[in-house]
């Protein structure tokens, strides 16, 4: 008997987010990886595979799955990058960069997401992240700098204290704005250069520290 959730997930694939342009072989195999109904409360399963957000414990979400993608493709991971999460959330994003990069360092506010992530991550025997409690930009300072950074939670301006943790040839992806309006942005630092590029408009939680 087919698993109607991996119809599911196949079909999310297809028509949400390789037909939308993410293309990238790696990101799209991390995402047949993962069963994202792991991720989401328990009454919202049966929707884990819809086009949208889904609310979470603290005023949290677990991010629409092709912005998701999106965010992913554009690190550009080949697979041995240290990569820094802010916003560990459901734990799903997280689970998508441990199948991309050597490391991920992940940092959440709430500490009962962040055990229940745990349990997630080891059930899917993800051994390659490490899980904080704390504020994202301030609680990984020790394993700076990273190769990759991707922000899940929107400040109001981009934190220079959080691109100077970015390496040299590094990116990093974050939602920038208010409640009102936000997009993403993506940041390069290239020989002591530092390129910001704005993206699409998109809709975030606001990041807390």
Known sequence: MRDPMSDSAEAMIREQIAARGVADPRVLSALRSVPRELFVPPNLRASAYDDTPLPLA???????????????????????????????GSGYQTAILARLARHVCSAELEADLAATVRERLERLSINNVTLRVGNGIDIFRDHAPFDAILSAA??????????????????????VGGSDLQFLWLIERNGGHVKRTRLEAVRFVPLRT
Do not use: N, W, Y
């Open 154 to 175: 929107a400040p109001e301006q981009i934190p220079e204290e959080l691109v100077a943790q970015l390496a040299d040839g590094g990116r990093c992806i974050i939602p």
């Open 58 to 88: 603290h005023g949290q979400t677990i991010s629409q799955p092709f912005i998701v993608a999106l965010m992913t493709e554009l690190l550009a991971l080949r697979g041995d990058e240290k990569v820094l999460e802010i916003g560990t």
